[in-house]
Every structure is written in C-alpha cells, then in structure tokens.
C-alpha cells in the first residue's frame, strides 16, 4: 500500500514538473453564466483561471479536460512504450494546448537522404474549437519543414463530454496500433522518393494549393487571379523548385514544395506557424498536397 502511494506522489511531482517546463501550470474553470438582471443562462464560462481570460460559453454537457490530466495521460502512453515527452506549449493565451512524444527518426529519404524527426501530438482544444485527438508531427532536418497529420482513425479524437474519460483510457491502450499507423505513413515518404514527378502534376498540385493555373498567358492571368493570389503561385512554384533541385524531381521534392511553403511563406511568427501547421489552413493545404502525392505514388 505505501509503495502504491509513494507511486502516486511521484506521478504527481513528474507532472508538476512538466507542467512548469512547457508553461502549463494553470487550470481551466466552468462556471455558470448570469444575465445582466441576474438570470440564470443556459450556458457556462469556460476560462482561464490564473488570467481570467475567457476562452468561450459553453452548454451544460461540455467537459473540461485539465492540462494536469492531459499531462499525467500523455507521460503515461510516453512510459508505456518507453518513449520520452520532449515538447509542450499552447496557442493563443491557452486557447489550444499540446504535447509531443519523441518517437526517433527516419533517415536515407531522397537523394540527398532526408533525415525527419518523428512526434506524436496530442492536441487539446480549451475554447470550444476542437477535440482532444492524436496526431503525428515531423520535421525534415535538411530544411526544417514542417508536416502534421491527424490520425482519423476510431478512438484518437475524443469530444469534451461527460464521458471523454472512458475514451482516454481506449485511446492509451491503442498506442501501439498508433505507431504501427506512424511507421506506413513514413514508408509512404520513401515511395513517393522513388516515383518521379511530371510537370503535368506540379501545375495541378499548384493550382489545388493556390487556385492558379501556373500554365496560365501572364496577361490572361491578370484578369483571372487577384495578385495575391499570383504571389502565392509564384512562391509556392519557387519551393517546389528548391526542393526537387536537392531532393530530385519525386513526388517526395513535390511534397516538399508545399511543406516548406507553408512552413516559411504562410505563417510569420513561430507560434503562428506551429498553430497554423496543426489546425489552420497550413494544415489542411499539407495534407491535401498528402492526399493528391499519395494517389499518384507507385506503390
């Protein structure tokens, strides 16, 4: 029984520590709204509870997942599978917080070898915008681009109702189906090093990014497309350019491209950017360039 408790007590001190290193060391309160004539609402604050900053209203049903719980969960799969928390943070003031397991890396990708740093992400959404739900981040070393893809499968994106804690307990029990899913999507990487890319499909994966017909008579497209629009052709086209001159003319230098022009052109700030790869429009074009490369590769 004591070896039990001082088990507990050192969990306990684990996730303080951890919550401190990546700044999440506060909770999230839900509390019921008034009227100004001090009715009763339908509805509950949910907010920061250290800054007081209000994250959204909230209907009875919606639970609160702690960034103490989410800590003590993410640590717990990391230990299980004898892998390591390496990263945390959050978006906006704590609207959105996340949490990254060190899972290794892969390397001899391309011709000149690419090296990628591989994570699983957790994502927890305080302010009513998503789901507690799993994913996978990678970096490639050569050029710090950046990919994440949530996993779609049963059991990895859990909703904040009253029983999302049964749910957890399914998804930490399924890590290793989540690693076995990890591992295909990066053989899929070496694949698509080793089929070649038309130009054909760079002037479709460009205009499915951008809406632009790069094919397009320079004065038919002043009529056809909004200069930003042109400017966000032109640097996509340039990306792609830089990353098949070092990573060869693949469908692998194609993918590239698009990575490292959300990565670099589509975002400014750092934490804009880790938002905007993981939720925002980053995202969705990454893996719709994912999506169209993947139909295309010689498998």
Not at 227 to 238: G, H, R, S, Y
């Amino acid at each position: 029984m004591n070896q039990s408790i001082q088990q507990i007590e050192n969990q306990g001190e684990f996730v303080a520590e951890l919550l401190d290193r990546f700044q999440l060391f506060w909770n999230v309160k839900k509390e019921k709204l008034y009227t100004g004539e001090g009715i009763e609402s339908n509805y509950y604050s949910i907010r920061r509870e250290d800054t007081n900053q209000e994250f959204f209203a909230a209907k009875e049903g919606y639970e609160v997942f702690q960034n103490w719980e989410l800590i003590d969960m993410v640590s717990k799969i990391a230990q299980q599978s004898d892998l390591s928390l390496a990263k945390g943070g959050s978006f906006h003031g704590g609207r959105k917080v996340y949490l990254k397991i060190d899972t290794g890396s892969i390397e001899g990708i391309g011709k000149n070898h690419d090296q990628i740093k591989k994570y699983i992400t957790v994502l927890n959404s305080h302010d009513g915008t998503g789901s507690l739900a799993l994913g996978m981040t990678n970096i490639t070393m050569s050029c710090s681009n950046t990919f994440h893809r949530m996993y779609k499968e049963m059991n990895t994106r859990i909703r904040h109702s009253a029983n999302m804690r049964d749910k957890v307990d399914l998804l930490m029990r399924g890590v290793d189906k989540i690693r076995e899913q990890e591992q295909t999507l990066y053989e899929k990487f070496y694949r698509m090093a080793a089929t070649k890319c038309s130009v054909n499909e760079t002037v479709r994966m460009v205009q499915a990014i951008t809406g632009v017909n790069i094919e397009t008579d320079v004065s038919d497209a002043k009529k056809l497309y909004s200069p930003n629009q042109i400017k966000k052709a032109q640097n996509l086209t340039v990306r792609i350019a830089q990353e098949q001159a070092q990573k060869g003319e693949t469908l692998w230098g194609l993918f590239s491209g698009v990575t490292s022009y959300t990565t670099k052109d589509v975002s400014n700030r750092r934490n804009d950017m880790w938002e905007n790869k993981m939720t925002g429009s980053a995202y969705k074009a990454d893996n719709k360039a994912f999506d169209m490369v993947d139909k295309i590769t010689v498998y």
